[in-house]
């Protein structure tokens, strides 16, 4: 299999995801991924040869010392007492306390930052709601700094508190759990045809407008995803609420 994960610790002291896609990393995955690495011990060792090829290879690189040091992971072939391993391509093996290693280590997502969005609430000038059977609702902001609705017929007003909720709500968005990146199919998720799409603009003309979808509702939350960026991650129904509420009254 060609599935690999790259994870590199910058410069700036931070976890980032490299391979297969470059994302900000969850420092709390990196660190039981690495007390995994720490309690492994080897247990035994041996002089026979073992030609089978690696179920596993980890890479574990250090530019302080200038080397990568590789430790091929052997098919456990139904063991149970302890993987046995390889080390920079010697030709005995040794047997590590590990019964096993977690698939879930090689799923990107496992290791993703959970924050999907964050925006300064002051450079939101913009917000456009669209709910399923429901007339879409828009605010902008004015120079004072308060927010009027548009595009709207008869007399309406804005429901400050729920515009409120809203704009804390996008200055930090976090998910609850990853589902899924380069999804196939959207409908899958509900996300072809959304329930909610919220479209917030943005001050300065350095800096392009966000899209939240919202697809079909879960036992954990709701499927999402912001347009541009293709994965797709659960929000919880709190959440959820905050970002459908009505941000206009009267015009229904």
């Known amino acids: ?3 690999h994960v790259e994870l590199l610790l910058n ?7 490299t391979k ?5 990393a969850d420092p709390r995955a990196v660190a039981d991924l690495l007390n995994l690495l720490e309690i492994a011990v080897i247990t035994d060792f041996t002089d026979a040869d073992n030609a089978a090829n690696a179920e596993w290879t980890l890479l574990l690189g250090s530019s302080e010392l200038g080397q990568t040091n590789r430790i091929d992971v052997l098919p456990a072939r139904g063991k149970k007492d302890g993987l046995w391993i390889r080390r920079d391509g010697e030709k005995s093996i040794s047997q590590m306390n590990l019964p096993e290693i977690p698939e879930i280590i090689l799923d990107p997502l496992h290791y ?6 964050e925006l300064d609430k002051e450079d939101i000038t913009r917000v456009l709601v669209t709910r ?3 007339p879409p609702q828009v605010i902008e902001r004015q120079v004072d700094g308060t927010f009027i609705p548009v595009q709207t017929n008869g007399a309406v007003q804005v429901e400050s508190d729920s515009v409120e909720r809203l704009l804390d709500g996008l200055s930090r968005v976090s998910t609850s759990g990853y589902v899924t990146y380069n999804p196939r199919d959207l409908s899958t998720y509900g996300l072809a045809e959304p329930s ?4 917030v603009d943005l001050a300065g003309t350095n800096q392009l407008g966000r899209v939240l979808l919202v697809g079909q509702e879960t036992a954990d939350g709701f499927y999402a995803m912001v347009q541009g960026r293709d994965v797709v991650f659960i929000l919880e129904k709190l959440v959820v609420e905050s970002f459908s509420a009505d941000l206009v ?4």
């Open 20 to 24: 297969p896609v470059a994302w900000d």
């Open 196 to 199: 909610v799409t919220l479209h």
């Open 112 to 117: 993703k930052d959970r924050l999907v969005l």
């Open 11 to 17: 410069e700036s002291g931070r976890w980032v995801i």
């Open 132 to 134: 399923a059977g429901h």
């Open 249 to 252: 009254i009267g015009s229904e």
């Open 1 to 3: 299999s060609d599935e």
